[in-house]
Every structure is written in structure tokens, then in C-alpha cells.
């Protein structure tokens, strides 16, 4: 098979977790890193063995011979670099949100499609194996039509009014924070596990914190404590939110939060049908919760001899062997080169389309905060 090149821009948190995958995809070469500077590019790639490094992610658009790019930077940066590489050219896996607004997302959606190109949305976290599971069951009709879908999707990092991060910018971040940030990563898996779209939503939004305590040197997510200077900053997007929502018949409720203290990464999907019930919590990944009215609970561990056969396609480890975030991120970029590979196969991985779909959910939610309302969300 021929090797393709590609090239990751961001070297933050996400930049390495995609360095770090794309390390173990074959056929696959990063070829080139891009960063805020040359030097912290220089960095990045040096620990990932890359050859060429830039400050400007704009030397990547301009070398014909790198075939896609994985855009890891902040929110308000996906929209221009990934309308600059489909328009050279160039396979796009992109981290979510796809864009700031429905009109940028829907732009490249349609621009991607027009130039025939790969478009990848980093909703990795339809990847874990039991998360392919439950999605598998459903399928198979274990647990019947679904009448309920409940969950959250809740950390701690945010809890303080000294915690800070460019995700509280609106300008870089969007008009929604939580919600954007990790809500849009609960509807994605609630949608892809039910095989149902959210149809209308009734969100209540909350700012804990309307001032918070900026560090003067900025700040990369996830760093820990603030320290030295700081300035008193406006914050007006949201700390926590709940939504309400309606999936056709089903019900549901989420809550997303960056406030709840001891929760790291406590994403809970739970769907309850006429026959039967299953909960996933992300802190617990292996494990898949699964409720009978008559007949004992079961906890299933992943174990891919035990799986269904789409489910187990999606583990690489025997069972006890455990596979965690970093393996959601391997297993989607191997089925998009996979795609890059063969252009004639069909993506079986989340697309701009699908990001598309999270800034409609997005827009919904944000509409009904502020009219205090139901509001409908377009199919
Ligand atoms: N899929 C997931 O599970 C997941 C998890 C976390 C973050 N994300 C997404 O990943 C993206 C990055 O978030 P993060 O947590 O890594 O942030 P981060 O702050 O840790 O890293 C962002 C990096 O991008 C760099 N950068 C900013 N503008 C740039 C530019 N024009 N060119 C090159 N580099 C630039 C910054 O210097 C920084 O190093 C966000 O869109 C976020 O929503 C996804």
C-alpha cells in the first residue's frame, strides 16, 4: 500500500494525543508539525521523530506532496484551516466543534464534498469498544424501541474561579462553552448508540463564575493551577447546562458541567428500551452496565471474544487487556486513511456532516436558553 503523508497543526494537548495515535496507524508518515512558533513546532516534532516543523500552518497548505491534515487547535481556527487544506487539496480530520456558527460548518461540509475529499470530525469517542457494543445491541434489538436516553458529560477543571483557558474566550471559543465542548460529544455518541436524532431540546444554561481570574501568560488545557499575575475577566459563556430533549418518541435529559468536583471525565450514556436498559460511564470504559426487569443486571467486560462482531472490530485486546481514550483516537484515524487509501469505500467514521449536525443541536440549545423555551432542532 502506498504511504500517506499528512501533517498535524497544534502541538497543545490535542496536537500530541494525535501525534502520539498517529504513531501507530500504518501506512501513515507525518511528514510536517505546525505551532504557534517555529520553535514550538521545532519541539514537537523532535519528540515525535517529524522532519519538518513551521510556525505558519500555511507551509503546509503550499507542499503538494502532504495528502491530509489533522487540525488541533483552538475552535475559531478549524474554520480558515480547514477551508485553506480542502481547497489544496488536502484530507481533513478535524477536532471538534467543526466551526464557531452553522453557516461556517455547513460551508465545509459542502466544500469537502464538492472537491470529493476525507472529512473526519474528532467525535472520537464513539470508539470504545463497549460504546460500539451497546451501539451493536441496539441494533441487533436487545433492548427493544427506546423510550429513554439520560446521561452527562462532567469534569472539575473549570470548578475554580482561578481555572482558566482560551475555551472561556467566546472570540476563540464560541458563544457556547460546556455545551459545545463536551455536550456536543454526549449527542453524538446519544445519537449514534440510539440511531435517533434529537428532535427538539429545553436547555438551562449557568454561569458559576461571572468574573474569572485570567493569568497574564495564558494558559494550555488541562495545565493545572493558576499562577502568577492575573486579571478580572467577564466570563459569558456557561459553566454548567442541562438539556432537556426529545428524540421523535424517546426521552432524555443531560447535564454537561467543567464544575463538579472529582469528575475528570465522567461522560454517562444510558438508554433504556421495552426489553431492556445499558449504561457506559467513560471512567469505567471496559465495563458495559447492562438492565433486565426479570433477570439478573449484567456487567459486561470487554472481551472481543465475547462481543458482537462489529463491536470486536473496534477492540485490538484481549479481554483484562484495558484500551482508554488514546485507542478511540487510533481506531478512528485508521478507518479515515483507511477511506484515504480506498476512495471508493464508504466512511465509517463521524464527518463534517456530523459536525454540522452538533452546531444545529448547539444552536438549539442556545435559542431555547435564551427564550426559556422548547425549541426544535432541524433534521
Ligand atoms: N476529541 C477530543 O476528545 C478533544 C479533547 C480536547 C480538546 N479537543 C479539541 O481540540 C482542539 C484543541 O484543544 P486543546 O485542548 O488541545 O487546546 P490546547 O490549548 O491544549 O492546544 C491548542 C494548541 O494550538 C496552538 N495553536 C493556536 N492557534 C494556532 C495556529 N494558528 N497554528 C498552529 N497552532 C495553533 C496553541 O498554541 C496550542 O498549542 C479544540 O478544538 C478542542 O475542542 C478535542
Not at 513551521?54 to 507542499?63: A, E, F, I, K, L
Not at 436516553?149 to 462532567?154: K, R
Request: charged share 25%; hydrophobic share 40%; aromatic share 8%.
Amino acid at each position: 500500500m502506498e504511504r500517506i503523508r499528512t501533517a498535524v497543526i497544534g502541538t497543545g494537548f490535542m496536537g500530541r494525543v494525535h501525534l502520539e495515535a498517529l504513531r501507530r496507524i500504518e501506512h501513515v508518515d507525518v511528514v510536517e508539525v505546525a505551532a504557534t512558533s517555529a520553535e514550538k513546532a521545532r519541539a514537537a516534532a523532535a519528540g515525535y521523530n517529524v522532519l519538518n516543523a513551521t510556525g505558519d500552518w500555511q507551509d503546509v497548505m503550499r507542499d503538494p506532496s502532504i495528502d491530509a491534515v489533522h487540525i488541533a487547535t483552538p475552535n475559531d481556527s478549524h474554520f480558515p484551516i480547514a477551508k485553506a487544506a480542502l481547497e489544496a487539496g488536502k484530507h481533513v480530520l478535524c477536532e471538534k466543534p467543526l466551526a464557531m456558527s452553522s453557516a461556517q460548518a455547513q460551508a465545509l461540509t459542502d466544500l469537502a464534498a464538492a472537491k470529493k475529499l476525507r472529512n473526519a470530525l474528532c467525535h472520537n469517542l464513539r470508539f470504545y469498544p463497549m460504546v460500539q457494543q451497546m451501539r451493536a445491541m441496539r441494533e441487533a434489538g436487545a433492548f427493544g424501541e427506546i423510550l429513554v436516553v439520560q446521561g452527562t458529560y462532567s469534569q472539575d477543571w473549570m470548578l475554580y474561579e482561578t481555572d482558566w483557558n482560551w475555551r472561556v474566550d467566546p472570540k476563540v471559543s464560541g458563544p457556547s462553552r460546556v455545551m459545545a465542548d463536551i455536550g456536543s460529544h454526549f449527542f453524538d455518541m446519544a445519537e449514534h448508540v440510539t440511531g435517533l436524532k434529537v428532535s427538539a431540546v429545553c436547555s438551562d444554561l449557568q454561569i458559576f463564575w461571572p468574573t474569572r481570574k485570567q493569568p497574564k501568560g495564558g494558559g494550555e488545557t488541562f495545565s493545572g493551577k493558576t499562577v502568577g499575575e492575573t486579571i478580572d475577566t467577564k466570563i459569558v459563556t456557561e459553566d454548567f447546562g442541562t438539556t432537556l430533549f426529545h428524540m421523535g418518541k424517546a426521552r432524555g435529559a443531560m447535564t454537561a458541567s467543567q464544575v463538579s468536583a472529582g469528575r475528570k471525565n465522567g461522560l454517562v450514556l444510558e438508554i433504556y428500551g421495552t426489553k431492556g436498559g445499558a449504561s457506559w460511564r467513560q471512567e469505567a470504559p471496559e465495563e458495559l452496565w447492562l438492565g433486565h426487569r426479570d433477570a439478573p443486571n449484567q456487567v459486561l467486560m470487554k472481551d472481543p471474544s465475547l462481543l458482537d462482531r462489529h463491536a470486536a472490530a473496534f477492540a485490538d485486546y484481549p479481554g483484562g487487556h484495558a484500551e482508554g481514550y488514546p485507542d478511540t483516537h487510533k481506531q478512528l484515524y485508521r478507518r479515515f486513511y483507511a477511506s484515504i487509501a480506498d476512495l471508493s469505500a464508504k466512511p465509517d467514521y463521524p464527518q463534517f456532516v456530523d459536525g454540522l449536525r452538533q452546531m444545529k443541536i448547539l444552536d438549539a440549545e442556545l435559542a431555547s436558553h435564551e427564550s426559556r423555551a422548547w425549541v426544535d432542532v432541524p433534521a
